[in-house]
């Protein structure tokens, strides 16, 4: 059987807890802002390798969310806590509504282009195929027989 930690040993986790969640959140702040430069420029090909990482650091800003909750066991966060992590979860929180608003419109507007592209190969198609007299009756051509030649001659 395993025993708790001490509470006062949890305690004492809080304040390097804090500071981590706080990083973490700056870290995300930082990534979502240079996916959202990169989306706004255009360099969408580049936004592939930040995949990694934010999905890295989204877990690890979850277990130390956890983790910070856990140590407090219940009990309210000291004001410096609170200030702290204000600080840090409001400039995370306009980055991610920054970053999903960047995204929407990125898709919206690539939506748009492929449905712009694909009305124009439909309509070139349909003036390629399109009937026509000169494609319905096909170029003239006289070709003479063996025995249309003997009879001409």
Do not use: C, W
């Not at 999905?55 to 200030?83: C, D, M, R, W």
């Not at 960047?102 to 009305?119: D, K, Y």
């Amino acid at each position: 059987m395993t025993s708790a930690a001490p509470p006062n040993l949890i305690q004492d986790e809080i304040p390097a807890l804090t500071e981590e969640l706080a990083r973490l959140a700056e870290g995300l702040t930082a990534l979502l802002t240079r996916e959202t430069e990169l989306v706004r420029a255009m360099r969408i090909t580049e936004i592939g390798a930040l995949q990694d990482d934010k999905t890295n650091l989204t877990a690890l800003y979850q277990k130390t969310f956890k983790a910070l909750i856990a140590a407090h066991n219940g009990q309210p966060f000291s004001l410096a806590v609170k200030e702290r992590l204000a600080v840090s979860g409001d400039r995370l929180g306009a980055a991610v509504t920054d970053n999903e608003l960047t995204l929407r419109v990125g898709r919206v507007a690539t939506e748009r282009l492929i449905t712009t592209i694909v009305a124009a190969v439909k309509e070139q198609q349909k003036s390629v195929t399109a009937y026509t007299p000169q494609q319905a009756a096909g170029p003239r051509r006289t070709f003479m027989t063996s025995a249309a030649l003997d009879r001409h001659m």
